[in-house]
């Protein structure tokens, strides 16, 4: 059995991240994929389809390969390529990461992809792959429930009820009752620590917009009871040079900047504390490697996807959370403060098993 995986990343690089890990859950339960991106490539995240890649600064825009703004010839030939990957992999199962639940500005493609799966005799399974929070949208939550009932026969839910319910970010999920299916989280096989440490690790995911939290933990350290630890900063892969090297000059001794490791885990589950945004990986990779962690949700351009998942941790006691409004020096200090006083997250409190369920689900659909 074949499935073909879209995945649209814009900003950072967790969609790709997480749609990859899947698609590795699945070719070890003996399906073949084909895993198509439209995203700007990443390193060491290997596809299968590289599509024109299409980026966006905030979300809302989309720029080509070389920064421009799209139009409507290029949104031709993106839909042509679409459309060819897909019937050239012949797939049984079409899986579509986010939409409609998000990725609105792809509706040109997406639609016609959509639609010719729903024509193809035999049809195939159609499934949409959604993280635990979505950015909240009411007044188009009617619309979003119409496409799902409409294109899709299943909704995976790569999260955890007990953590947070679909329904705390998206409304109507009542109304698709018997479509949708929790997974737990994604999250790559758990690394083994080195040795238990005393690093602090600050983190900003792909990089492009966390230079403001790299600052602050900079200042903050000397206000903190870790302050005689070393803070390990991670800038990203998509961390400009001109950021890279003024954070650099700014780090005092016992302050290492790098821009990303290639075992983060294993040195995520080796630190004394996780500073990051709550992007969905940082979060599921902070819950695996049960460490204590400070979180400071992303929210710029009104964005509460992050905020909302940091809340939902917070109530539960697993993380100490400043809103990105409120950040700095003092305030990530004393958020430091208080994460190192909580008690360390007890194993198993949430699922993170969402790839190779994923694989099982869509198995047992089939069969």
Known sequence: MKVFCYVQHLLGIGHLKRTATVAHALRAHGFEVVLASGGMPVRGIAVDVQLPPAASADLRTLLDERGRPVDEAWKRRRTAAVLDAWRAARADVLLIELFPFGRRQMRFELLPLLEDAQRRAPRPLVVCSVRDVIQPRPDREAEIAELVLRFFDRVLVHGDPRLAPFERSFGAASRLEGRLHYTGYVVEPAATAASA??????SAGGGAVGRRLLETAIAARARTLLRGATWRLLAGVNCSEADFRALESRAPPGILV??????FQRVLAAAALSISQ???NTVAETLQAGVRAVLVPYAAGGEVEQTLRATLLAERGAAA????????PATLAEAVNRAVRLPLPEPGRVDLCGATRSAELIADWLA
């Open 197 to 202: 440490g005393s690093e602090v690790l600050v």
């Open 258 to 263: 790098e821009r990303s490791r290639d075992d």
């Open 278 to 280: 709550a992007g969905y």
């Open 321 to 328: 959370v400043v809103e990105e409004a409120a950040l700095t």
